[in-house]
């Protein structure tokens, strides 16, 4: 596997996309378990697309990397080019808005996880458009990562929680002043995403991805060897 740079040798990775579906799922199920208790507001619906148009850049693992590329070679052409396109630009401003004076590099497989965040909603902040989004709609909605899984209801993956509140950052613009009173517990299902980017790496911890990175990742035969038999990150 080919990303940002990099010569990603993969140990199993049927192995590791089928541990990712997993996650998926449980997710999944969670997330249904919440929307059918009516005191919960569940208010995600299709065709909004309201995050998928504003600000939709951000990090990926390697294995959510791995699914996206995946089905992003699956896309017809001429929308596979056209997202690979608009992707290769949102890598060029990400090249740009990464580096400040007096800030350390970003390497790719060694980026040091404050600092990448942070450079992440520089990006963010422009309010660029997911390349992938065709009309209002997902083009590979089935192979999307953890974090559009997430996005569409409370969930404490990506909030912040103190000792009286927590606070959900990456929530809906939907949800705004809607009272919640239960939330979709997913952070163990998070943490297992950089366990399986690790065991598919061979054991390598290459830290996280920016989704354009993930667009234009490129796979090939070379892609399904073991480290020993050649590629490295």
Known sequence: MHIAGLSVALVEPEAALASLETIYGAFASRAEEYARDRRNPYLCR??????????????????????????VADLHEPLRTAARSEAESLVRAQA?????????????????????????????????????????L???YEGRPFLCRAYGCPVDAYSVEGDSAIVFRSLCHLYAGAHLRE??????????????????AGGRDLGRFTSAEAILAR??????????????A
């Open 96 to 136: 740009e808005l990464f580096h400040r004076p007096g800030e350390q590099h970003d390497v790719p497989g060694r980026r040091d996880e404050d600092f990448f965040s942070a450079r992440v909603t520089r990006v963010a902040s422009m309010g660029p458009a997911c390349p992938l989004l065709e009309g209002d």
């Open 219 to 232: 796979l090939d035969a070379d892609s399904a060897t073991p480290p020993s038999a050649g590629g490295s």
């Open 46 to 71: 299709v065709a909004c697309s309201h995050c998928c148009k504003s600000g939709a850049f951000f990090a990926v693992t390697l294995v959510e990397a791995l699914r996206w590329a995946r089905a």
């Open 138 to 140: 997902c083009s590979v």
């Open 183 to 200: 939330f979709v517990r997913a952070r163990d299902l998070k943490l297992r995403l950089g366990e399986l980017s690790r065991q598919l």
